[in-house]
């Protein structure tokens, strides 16, 4: 870790607040996605860093974006509303990550880049209404439950190939490809599980036609590696870029 002198001690330890803390954590990330690339014989070139930002202060986010990080996910929709407003003039790419209710549709249409978290077919049709009437079309992700939590949203993998085939219907609605959380678990068999379902399910949209150019968003600080290895295209990645976050997932994900 960096000493700061500019940073209050308490967050200096572990929270990257400098634009040269932000370097070279996202140098230490970089530095490990190729690593990863390479152990499993792929180009890092085709692996997409999307930074989590979620719960990281405007103020800490300008310099995380001076120091190079011009996209960030969030996964709640007034959070990343707030913060594309008052950070409007850096033009940040933002995706949207977490699961919406389709009461939010009309916001994720003005502002959002992406949504990776689509996940029923009544969202698609808020969100696609939302978009026409904004002129607009989005990037989505459909996101898959690969790993049978049930504290976890998206589809069934069962019901995937389904599901795409009906959103192909909403032109507004862009598919590129498959979201998901792995099992929260240290047992890394049951991870790569996870990941391997999410590529069957993608090559089969693939022969199909209904997922887009078949991209995997999968992997997030405690599991991107393995991701990489299990083929994933877009690794999600907060607490190793901007360190610890002081709220459990469990505010961001239903409880059982
Ligand atoms: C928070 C979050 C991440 C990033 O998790 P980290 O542990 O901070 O890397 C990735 N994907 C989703 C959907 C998230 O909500």
Known sequence: MSESTS????????TASSVEDFRAKLSAVRARLEAAAQRAGREASE?????????????RLRNAFEAGVHEMGENKVQEAKRKSENLAELGIR???????????????ARFADEFQALDSLHLAQALDRRLQTAGRQLDVYVQVNSSGEESKFGLEPGEVAGFLRE????????????MTLAAHTDDRDRIRECFRIMRELRDAGIQEGTVGDGQLSMGM?????????GGSTCVRVGQAIF?????????????N
């Not at 933002?94 to 994720?108: F, R």
């Not at 002081?246 to 239903?254: A, G, I, K, N, V």
């Open 7 to 14: 940073n209050p001690p308490s967050s200096a330890a572990a």
């Open 167 to 178: 959103v192909a219907a909403f032109d507004s609605l862009r598919v590129r490809g498959l």
């Open 221 to 229: 600080s405690g599991d991107f590696e393995l991701a990489i290895e």
């Open 94 to 108: 933002w995706a949207l990550i977490g699961h919406l209710q389709s009461n939010k549709a009309k916001d994720v």
């Open 243 to 255: 360190g610890a976050r002081q709220y459990p997932d469990s505010t961001y994900w239903p409880g």
């Open 47 to 59: 692996i997409r860093l999307l930074p989590v930002s979620k719960t990281v202060p405007e103020e």
